[in-house]
């Protein structure tokens, strides 16, 4: 049998896939999958998907039957992204006559032939004024809406995947199309709140999507990737992945959202069909949780500081564990805090992010400074022996409480010379935080003052 008999055959097999399904990286692309009805015949067969987006990876498409019961093999595969346009067509008709409209207000319509010079249609989307011949004059403005005789048989309507394939058999098959598209990004962000005295916070989740695709998915099965996925610099981003948090004590509503680890990363799946229309933003609650302990914590870190007097950082520290109404994988995202005060209105007191945090992680996060704690961090002696290799110096930190209630502040030092050091004196115990880092807790009363001294000996 002739190829063109065979490719007649197989006309029927332009198809429109239904029941999208999107998995969402951070990273700004999205795997989709779909479903294609193919009717296959013996031998060669032309299929074409009308529904693929914009900014597909065409490198990356996979058509295959996930029922495993036709055999096909794919001799050829095409994506074309030339929706027609008006310029589009003109440029089909350069040299030939085409009929212009032309409509004028208060007269009746009238029509115009006019001879196509140029089309004014560029690929690769420059500008370029058209050429019109009309009673053997040129214009380079149109004298009229073009009315074109057919669309063609070359042209299409949406972007579109198009695949030669030779099949060992015939058969009605759901195919599925499988691609990485980029144009979709996905993050997290969380909400907390608090009482202005309160260590427990009400952690409210969200998730935001958005589509520049320039295809809508209607009704789709939609999940969301967190981890961080390796991907080759080329022209897109390499690294993160994203997703939503779910599980344990912490309230979701209707099972929202699920999760589960999937390979090295988690994987959450929302429980309702989204639709999701190109250049849309979405948002969906993904975690609700009330009582969750997180303590405050002040930290002064003199280094941080420039010595001399400085500021008091604030943290707010939490556990990703169950027992604290939590113990979810949390993707990365914006955290915002909020305190209620004592007429229950909220107000803004700080923003941070967290990176991606596995359940029963410790969680701390900087929300800004304290107006009415004070640090000092001043170095009162210094000594330095090159030829034996040895430094001292002696630091002086003052720490001041002018809050109406007591407080702790963890002094922050950091043995800066060397990772070969110990402290031949101090005024208090200190706890090794890493190799260079070390810190006293200072407890403080109301209006207190403290002074904290140590000596450190370095070697090298």
Known sequence: MKLSALLLLAAASVSFAADPALTIYNGGYAVVRETLPIDLKSGLNQVSFAGATAQVEADSVILRDVAGKAEFQILEQSYRNDPVSQAMLMSLFEGKTLEFVRREANKPDSVIIGKVVRSGYVPSGNYVEPVIEVDGKLQFLLPGSPIFPSLGTDNILKPTLNWKLNSASSGKINAEVA???RGFTWEASYNLVATDKSDLLDVVGWVTMNNQSGMTFADAKLKLMAGDVN???EGYA??????????????????????KSFDEFHLYTLGNPVTLRDKETKQVEFVRATGVKAERVYVFDGLY??????????YREFKNAEANKLGLALPKGKVRFYSQDADRQLEFVGENQIDHTPKDEIIRVLTGNSFDLVGEHRITNENE???????TQTVEIKVRNRKKEPVEIRVREHAVRSNTWTLTAQSQPHEKKDA?????RVPLQPDEEKVITYTIRYTW
């Not at 390499?238 to 999760?259: L, N, Q």
């Not at 500081?305 to 604030?314: C, I, L």
């Not at 260079?436 to 006293?440: A, I, K, N, P, V």
Request: aromatic share 6%; hydrophobic share 45%; charged share 15%.
């Open 385 to 391: 022996d090159g030829a034996n290799r040895v430094a």
């Open 231 to 233: 991907r080759l610099a």
């Open 436 to 440: 260079q880092t070390f810190e006293f």
């Open 238 to 259: 390499t690294g993160a992945a994203g997703a939503m948090p779910m599980t344990a004590s912490a309230v979701m509503a209707d099972k929202v959202v699920t999760e």
């Open 305 to 314: 500081q420039g010595g001399g007097v400085g500021k008091v950082q604030v």
């Open 179 to 181: 691609y990485l598209s």
